[in-house]
């Protein structure tokens, strides 16, 4: 089976950074589009961004563009989220995703989440 694991979460303040590896058991993870959501309390799962199966095209959510940054390793089956000048309205479930296509992707497959938290 396919298992993806975000980790990384945690207690930021406002302003400052984290970065959130997701990694995939998978095998052929150098062909996937990979993905980043997000879910805040009372809100539907939003798109943040994505990166292509090479690692040089990313697409972002107008919210997070110019703050937050996505990176591959293909070598290490893992995709990374930089955070940076993070908000109180950042505070979400962030979860990676894998799926096929680009420009439009279809994501199939879920990593469990990991809470991040930005106080004031």
């Not at 984290?18 to 990979?34: A, E």
């Not at 972002?60 to 940054?69: E, I």
Request: hydrophobic share 30%.
């Amino acid at each position: 089976q396919v298992v993806l694991v975000e980790s990384g979460g945690g207690l930021v303040q406002a302003g400052g950074s984290l970065r959130l590896p997701c990694t995939d058991s998978g095998r052929t993870f150098n062909t996937y589009t990979m993905g980043w959501f997000r879910q805040a309390p009372g809100k539907e799962r939003e798109f943040v961004g994505r990166i292509n199966w090479i690692g040089d095209s990313t697409l972002y959510a107008d919210s997070v563009k110019d703050r937050f940054t996505i990176s591959r390793d293909n070598a290490k089956n893992t995709v990374y989220l930089q955070m940076n000048s993070l908000k109180p309205e950042d505070t979400a479930v962030y979860y990676c995703a894998r799926g096929r296509g680009w420009p439009g992707t279809s994501f199939d497959s879920w990593g469990q989440g990991t809470q991040v938290t930005v106080s004031s």
